[in-house]
């Protein structure tokens, strides 16, 4: 059985106990957890971010097959705690055993995955462009290049994916594929569970005999520990998934730096739903059916929550109809904190006192952590004129809006903010008349989806969860999938270094067998 300490863990030993006491809540009954966690003090950040810091300069270097095998043992460290990580994550979030069971196999799935990319080698984009020392005029320098990891990255826990997205999670995973040393920030809402995972990190870290600084995790508030990680000289990125105000904060943080460093920041979407009249014919209680699910999955705490759905107006009254039926019968939620729950039903109430706007809704009192189920009704010209329409509420709710033509359809959609997702229910007649429409979205989102539903996000090579600020701080990158190493790294060039000072990657035999553009030609040769 694993023991809880409530200390942080600064390389391979304990924070001391400090100021700043908090204890994790159960959302669900509001019992006070043991143990007591401890924030990390000044000079434990300060400890924490030089190991990183000292860590790197070895790690940097480490074959692919030990970040490779660190990574997989990760993964089964923290199958290894079982029923025990499970029962934690439950009682610090109330989230189903099956829903946290899931999340726990999406995060050792998703290290795997990470450590088959590292394996397999390509994605250094290594590059050989061979010298020719009889060029005329000029002799050809020989150039390589190939991605470099950063340094140490400091690593910002969401309060939705206890897993996931939190202490193993893609952040840290990416970054310790790419090489980087990593300092964890964990969140306030479910510290037990950080540290069982923070523990199951540290155990691979020693493990396979890595040095101490590899791994860290801090407790305690981010306007304190988490504003001295990311100011601290030593941390050379970030990573954060939360909200829009905590995002920009971090963001000013990191660019105001003596040293700005990239900091990548997921925090804001309202995932529209555009639904064409010839698919809401052909499949109007299909099309309720998923919204209904997709909206109100997990609470409707997930970034892909569809909070617009954009429905004909000659069809609104039939499917008002038909979702309030769904929405009505939907049982009341537990949220994950108190502040979350604070935050919907204020969201709720700003969006009711709005013009031209009608409420669908269940009793929605401010009782500890508990919601119901909501949406809203109004109209495209509503929409338009309004800015606080367009805004997020974190939790079960959406807001449909009505539309005359596409033309007023494609006006409304000129007007969206950067999203993650974008949603199309279409027939391919549709599909084929207004491509106009459909590429327009593509500015306005980086995963666009045709038929289905933006909640569930596959952990893929290919997938894309970012998107155009404010959606993520930089649209040119993912947090979830292999592409989200390419946020910890940058590219090295070596010109004319003898093969045997180069890396394994960029040496003339191949050693790796990897992938390479070699003189604009991929070969493994």
């Given at each position: 059985?694993?023991?809880?300490?409530?200390?942080?863990?600064?390389?391979?030993?304990?924070?001391?106990?400090?100021?700043?006491?908090?204890?994790?809540?159960?959302?669900?009954?509001?019992?006070?957890?043991?143990?007591?966690?401890?924030?990390?003090?000044?000079?434990?950040?300060?400890?924490?971010?030089?190991?990183?810091?000292?860590?790197?300069?070895?790690?940097?270097?480490?074959?692919?097959?030990?970040?490779?095998?660190?990574?997989?043992?990760?993964?089964?460290?923290?199958?290894?705690?079982?029923?025990?990580?499970?029962?934690?994550?439950?009682?610090?979030?109330?989230?189903?055993?099956?829903?946290?069971?899931?999340?726990?196999?999406?995060?050792?799935?998703?290290?795997?995955?990470?450590?088959?990319?590292?394996?397999?080698?390509?994605?250094?984009?290594?590059?050989?462009?061979?010298?020719?020392?009889?060029?005329?005029?000029?002799?050809?320098?020989?150039?390589?290049?190939?991605?470099?990891?950063?340094?140490?990255?400091?690593?910002?826990?969401?309060?939705?994916?206890?897993?996931?997205?939190?202490?193993?999670?893609?952040?840290?995973?990416?970054?310790?594929?790419?090489?980087?040393?990593?300092?964890?920030?964990?969140?306030?809402?479910?510290?037990?569970?950080?540290?069982?995972?923070?523990?199951?990190?540290?155990?691979?870290v020693a493990r396979f005999d890595l040095p101490e600084g590899v791994f860290s995790l801090l407790f305690g508030p981010g306007n304190q520990v988490g504003t001295q990680l990311l100011s601290h000289p030593s941390i050379k990125a970030g990573g954060f998934t939360g909200s829009?105000?905590?995002?920009?904060?971090?963001?000013?943080?990191?660019?105001?730096?003596?040293?700005?460093?990239?900091?990548?920041?997921?925090?804001?979407?309202?995932?529209?739903?555009?639904?064409?009249?010839?698919?809401?014919?052909?499949?109007?209680?299909?099309?309720?059916?998923?919204?209904?699910?997709?909206?109100?999955?997990?609470?409707?705490?997930?970034?892909?929550?569809?909070?617009?759905?954009?429905?004909?107006?000659?069809?609104?009254?039939?499917?008002?109809?038909?979702?309030?039926?769904?929405?009505?019968?939907?049982?009341?939620?537990?949220?994950?904190?108190?502040?979350?729950?604070?935050?919907?039903?204020?969201g709720l109430s700003t969006l009711s006192n709005q013009p031209a706007i009608k409420l669908f809704s269940g009793q929605n009192d401010s009782d500890g952590c508990g919601c119901t189920a909501a949406f809203a009704v109004t109209d495209s010209k509503s929409f338009l004129s309004?800015?606080?329409?367009?805004?997020?509420?974190?939790?079960?709710?959406?807001?449909?809006?009505?539309?005359?033509?596409?033309?007023?359809?494609?006006?409304?959609?000129?007007?969206?903010?950067?999203?993650?997702?974008?949603?199309?229910?279409?027939?391919?007649?549709?599909?084929?008349?207004?491509?106009?429409?459909?590429?327009?979205?593509?500015?306005?989102?980086?995963?666009?989806?045709?038929?289905?539903?933006?909640?569930?996000?596959?952990?893929?090579?290919?997938?894309?969860?970012?998107?155009?600020?404010?959606?993520?701080?930089?649209?040119?990158?993912?947090?979830?999938?292999?592409?989200?190493?390419?946020?910890?790294?940058?590219?090295?060039?070596?010109?004319?270094?003898?093969?045997?000072?180069?890396?394994?990657?960029?040496?003339?035999?191949?050693?790796?067998?990897?992938?390479?553009?070699?003189?604009?030609?991929?070969?493994?040769?």
């Amino acid at each position: 059985m694993v023991q809880l300490s409530g200390k942080s863990l600064i390389g391979f030993t304990r924070g001391a106990h400090a100021d700043g006491e908090f204890r994790g809540v159960n959302p669900a009954t509001g019992e006070q957890l043991a143990p007591a966690y401890f924030a990390a003090s000044t000079d434990e950040v300060d400890q924490a971010a030089v190991l990183a810091a000292k860590a790197f300069e070895v790690y940097r270097n480490t074959p692919a097959a030990v970040r490779t095998a660190l990574l997989r043992g990760i993964a089964l460290e923290i199958e290894e705690l079982n029923g025990t990580l499970v029962k934690r994550a439950v009682e610090e979030t109330a989230l189903p055993a099956a829903r946290v069971s899931a999340e726990i196999a999406r995060t050792c799935s998703q290290l795997r995955l990470f450590a088959d990319m590292v394996e397999e080698g390509s994605w250094v984009d290594a590059r050989i462009d061979r010298g020719d020392p009889t060029r005329k005029p000029l002799p050809k320098p020989d150039a390589r290049s190939m991605y470099r990891p950063l340094g140490p990255v400091a690593v910002f826990c969401a309060s939705n994916f206890p897993l996931a997205f939190s202490v193993a999670g893609g952040d840290t995973a990416s970054a310790l594929a790419a090489g980087n040393t990593v300092v964890v920030k964990a969140h306030h809402s479910h510290p037990g569970t950080a540290e069982l995972v923070g523990l199951a990190i540290s155990a691979a870290v020693a493990r396979f005999d890595l040095p101490e600084g590899v791994f860290s995790l801090l407790f305690g508030p981010g306007n304190q520990v988490g504003t001295q990680l990311l100011s601290h000289p030593s941390i050379k990125a970030g990573g954060f998934t939360g909200s829009r105000a905590g995002g920009q904060a971090l963001m000013k943080i990191a660019a105001s730096r003596p040293e700005p460093i990239p900091f990548h920041a997921e925090m804001s979407s309202v995932n529209p739903v555009l639904i064409f009249q010839g698919a809401l014919k052909e499949r109007e209680d299909e099309i309720v059916s998923g919204l209904h699910a997709s909206v109100t999955l997990g609470a409707g705490q997930f970034c892909t929550n569809p909070g617009l759905i954009f429905i004909p107006s000659d069809a609104i009254d039939s499917f008002i109809s038909k979702l309030t039926e769904k929405m009505m019968n939907t049982a009341r939620f537990t949220m994950l904190n108190s502040q979350i729950s604070r935050a919907y039903h204020q969201g709720l109430s700003t969006l009711s006192n709005q013009p031209a706007i009608k409420l669908f809704s269940g009793q929605n009192d401010s009782d500890g952590c508990g919601c119901t189920a909501a949406f809203a009704v109004t109209d495209s010209k509503s929409f338009l004129s309004n800015p606080v329409l367009s805004e997020e509420i974190f939790g079960p709710a959406t807001l449909l809006v009505s539309y005359g033509d596409i033309g007023e359809l494609s006006e409304v959609a000129r007007t969206l903010e950067g999203q993650l997702t974008a949603t199309v229910h279409a027939t391919e007649v549709e599909i084929e008349n207004h491509q106009d429409l459909l590429a327009l979205l593509e500015t306005r989102a980086s995963r666009l989806i045709l038929n289905g539903f933006p909640t569930g996000v596959e952990v893929s090579h290919s997938i894309v969860h970012g998107g155009p600020f404010p959606a993520t701080s930089d649209a040119r990158f993912t947090s979830v999938g292999t592409r989200a190493a390419l946020r910890f790294v940058r590219p090295v060039c070596y010109q004319d270094w003898p093969d045997s000072a180069l890396p394994d990657e960029l040496k003339n035999e191949n050693p790796l067998r990897i992938w390479r553009l070699v003189d604009g030609e991929l070969t493994r040769e």
